[in-house]
């Protein structure tokens, strides 16, 4: 299995690339962590922002393996404590199938993203800067494989 974070957004400060980096590579082949980058829609003051979120959509769309189970990260989604993350991923794990992390650009997912994601995850009731949330990703996936694990990097 392995987790895609599939995300819109310029490129990331060395700092968020290098965090990301750090916390997909502990986690092993087994459920490896890789993101995909796509270009933001094209935005200005005379254009409409649903334009640049619907092609945002049709990148992102392209970018979803036909077979994998698609997470939505929103705002409205549910929040998931680590434990809860944990028994997630080993359901994911036990599925067998691809998982993919939808993370939106500054206006969010369209509704065609929305609509084509089995669950919906928020990572905190604040707005997190994009890098950021990269990161808070890659950090909770591992903390929630080293519960499974038994690890001691999680501590209760």
Not at 18 to 40: I, M, Q
Request: glycine share 6%; hydrophobic share 45%.
């Amino acid at each position: 299995m392995r987790l895609h974070l599939i995300a819109v957004g310029p490129r990331q400060p060395a700092w968020v690339n290098a965090a990301f980096l750090d916390y997909s590579r502990r986690l092993p082949a087994e459920c490896r962590l890789e993101v995909t980058e796509l270009p933001l829609g094209p935005r200005g003051k005379e254009q409409d922002p649903t334009r640049a979120l619907n092609a945002e959509s049709l990148r992102m769309q392209r970018a979803i393996r036909p077979d994998a189970w698609v997470v939505a990260l929103d705002e409205r989604g549910r929040s998931w404590t680590s434990r809860m993350l944990a028994a997630r991923l080993e359901a994911w794990m036990a599925a067998g199938r691809d998982v993919a992390l939808l993370m939106g650009g500054p206006d969010g997912l369209a509704p065609a993203c929305q609509a084509r994601a089995q669950e919906q995850w928020s990572l905190s009731p604040l707005t997190l800067p994009h890098g950021l949330a990269r990161v808070v990703v890659a950090e909770a996936l591992y903390r929630a494989h080293s519960l499974l694990r038994g690890h001691p990097y999680h501590r209760d």
